[in-house]
């Protein structure tokens, strides 16, 4: 089992993240990293997705990421927006 749950990124957050320049690619990948690293930290709000799944956001620095996780195997990054 791997030390933290694996990071995916849906298509629109990973097109978000190759759209950005170089230095702050490699920082939000630093805090996407940052957050598989501490899943159980509180979010900042919950949301709920057209599933009934629970959706989590939490912001780091120039960044409002919206995700969900099984907690043990996989975290999954739905919305990146800039704010």
Request: proline share 2%; aromatic share 12%.
């Given at each position: 089992m791997p030390d933290r749950p694996?990071?995916?990124?849906?298509?629109?957050?990973?097109n978000f993240v190759?759209?950005?320049s170089a230095g702050k690619r490699e920082r939000?990948?630093?805090c996407l990293k940052e957050l598989a690293n501490s899943t159980h930290q509180?979010?900042?709000g919950i949301e709920t997705d057209s599933t009934g799944r629970e959706l989590y956001v939490?912001?780091?620095s120039?960044?409002?990421v919206?995700?969900?996780?099984?907690?043990?195997?996989?975290?999954r990054i739905?919305?990146?927006?800039?704010?």
């Open positions: 694996q990071l995916v990124l849906n298509e629109s957050s990973l190759l759209q950005l939000l990948i630093q509180e979010p900042l939490r912001i780091f120039e960044w409002e919206t995700y969900w996780s099984d907690w043990e195997n996989e975290l739905v919305r990146i927006q800039r704010i």
